[in-house]
C-alpha cells in the first residue's frame, strides 16, 4: 500500500522568500513521485517528477524537488517566491505498475504575501 | 493542442437523477482515469482504464460506472447521485510506455458536481 503525507495545509510565505513544501511518502515498491500544482479553478499541471534517475528534480518555473530514500522524503523547494505561486500543490506517488494509480496527498496551499 | 476535456464543468443535479460526465482526451493515449477531489483528501481515484474495453475499480467506485469504447473517450456515469458524490472531479489520461506508473498523467479542468 501506499500513502502520502504533506505537512503543513497552508504554508505562507513573502515574496522572494524560500519556498519548501513536504512531502513525505511510503510505498513498498520503489516509488515513482510527482509534485502537481493546481491554480484557482484549474486542472492539475505537472511541476515535476523522480523516476530513479537523479535524485534532484528541476521542474517547471524554478521548483525542484530531491528524493532522500533514507528520509522517504521529497520535498519541494524554490529559492525565490513570486505572487504568481500562490497556489494549491500536491505530492503524489505512484508505484502500482498495474493500476497506475497515483495516491496524493491531501495539498498544501501557499499563500505569498507581497 | 494536446489536452483532455471534461464536459460540463458546472452541474447542479438532484438525488437520483442519472448523469454522465464527458472526457475526452486527444493525444491518442492509451490509459485513462477518473478522480475525485474532496478537501482534505487530496485526489482518489473512482475507476481507470487500460485501453478500450478493459476497465477496473479504483479506490472509490462505489456509485459509479464507466466505460471504454472509443480510446479517446472515458464517461463517468452517475446512475443515481446522492448528496455524498458532491465533489470536483478529474479525467486523465497517460501514454503507455511500459514503464509502470512513471508515466505522466494530463489531467482536465475538473467537473464541479452538486448533488441536492
Known amino acids: 500500500a501506499q500513502s502520502v503525507t504533506q505537512l503543513g495545509s497552508h504554508v505562507s510565505v513573502s515574496e522572494g522568500a524560500l519556498v519548501l513544501l513536504r512531502c513525505n511518502y511510503s510505498s513498498s515498491v520503489p516509488p515513482y513521485l510527482f509534485w502537481y500544482v493546481q491554480y484557482p479553478n484549474q486542472g492539475l499541471q505537472l511541476l515535476l517528477k523522480?523516476?530513479?534517475?537523479?535524485?534532484l528534480v528541476k521542474g517547471i518555473n524554478g521548483f525542484e524537488a530531491e528524493f532522500k530514500k533514507s528520509e522517504t522524503s521529497f520535498h519541494l523547494t524554490k529559492p525565490s517566491a513570486h505572487m504568481s505561486d500562490a497556489a494549491e500543490y500536491f505530492c503524489?506517488?505512484?508505484?502500482?505498475?498495474?493500476?497506475?494509480?497515483?495516491?496524493f496527498g491531501s495539498g498544501t496551499r501557499l499563500q505569498v504575501q507581497p | 493542442e494536446a489536452q483532455v476535456t471534461q464536459n460540463p464543468r458546472y452541474l447542479i443535479t438532484v438525488t437520483g437523477k442519472k448523469l454522465t460526465v464527458t472526457c475526452s482526451q486527444n493525444m491518442n493515449h492509451e490509459y485513462m482515469s477518473w478522480y475525485r477531489q474532496d478537501p482534505g483528501l487530496g485526489l482518489r481515484q473512482i475507476y481507470y482504464s487500460m485501453n478500450v474495453e478493459v476497465t477496473d475499480k479504483g479506490d472509490v467506485p462505489e456509485g459509479y460506472k464507466v466505460s471504454r469504447k472509443e480510446k479517446r473517450n472515458f464517461p463517468l456515469i452517475l446512475e443515481s447521485p446522492s448528496p455524498n458524490q458532491t465533489s470536483l472531479y478529474f479525467c486523465?489520461?497517460?501514454?503507455?510506455f511500459g514503464t509502470g506508473g512513471a508515466e505522466t498523467q494530463y489531467f482536465g479542468p475538473g467537473t464541479r458536481l452538486l448533488v441536492l
Open positions: 486523465a489520461s497517460s501514454p503507455e
Open positions: 523522480y523516476t530513479s534517475a537523479a535524485t
Open positions: 503524489a506517488v505512484s508505484g502500482d505498475t498495474g493500476r497506475r494509480a497515483l495516491t
